[in-house]
C-alpha cells in the first residue's frame, strides 16, 4: 500500500471510530491542508467540543511518552499556535492519532502546556494494511 493511500485509510477509520463516539466529523481536504488548516479531520460535539485531529504513522513502536512527543514535535507547535489564536474559547482541543505498526491508534492530547496519552490501554482498532493477515 502507498503511503497517500495508507493515510486515506487511516483517516478514514479514524474518522469512523469519531462517529461511533458521538461525534460529527469533518476531513479537511489536502489542499486545505497546505493553504489554512493542518489538521487532517475536526470533530465536533455539539456545540461544547472541537477537536482538531492530527494522524501521524509511527514505523516503529514508543518506548516512552518522551519519545512520541518529540516525533510530533511539528504537530504539537501547530496545535499549540492554533490554541493560542482561540484562547478565549476553552472547547477547542488538540489531538493526535498515531497509527502503530500493529494497526492501532494511540492517542494524545495536545494543550498549550502538556502533551498526555489519553484512552491509555484502550487502543482503536484500524483496518490493516491490505495484504496483511487479520
Not at 20 to 33: C, M, Q, T, W
Not at 60 to 76: D, G, W
Not at 78 to 96: D, W
Amino acid at each position: 500500500m502507498t503511503a497517500p493511500r495508507r493515510m486515506t485509510v487511516l483517516i478514514r477509520d479514524a474518522k469512523i471510530l469519531l462517529e461511533v463516539a458521538g461525534y460529527d466529523v469533518v476531513i479537511v481536504p489536502e489542499r486545505s491542508l497546505q493553504q489554512w488548516f493542518q489538521a487532517h479531520l475536526i470533530a465536533f460535539h455539539g456545540n461544547t467540543d472541537v477537536r482538531y485531529i492530527w494522524i501521524k504513522i509511527a514505523i516503529k513502536p514508543f518506548v516512552c511518552l518522551a519519545e512520541v512527543e518529540k516525533f510530533c514535535a511539528n504537530e504539537t507547535r501547530e496545535i499549540r499556535k492554533h490554541l493560542a489564536r482561540h484562547s478565549q474559547q476553552t472547547r477547542f482541543h488538540g489531538e493526535i492519532r498515531v497509527a502503530t505498526a500493529d494497526g492501532r491508534f494511540q492517542c494524545y492530547e495536545v494543550s498549550a502546556d502538556a502533551f498526555r496519552e489519553i484512552f491509555p490501554g484502550a487502543r482503536d482498532p484500524v483496518a490493516l494494511m491490505e495484504g496483511a493477515a487479520a
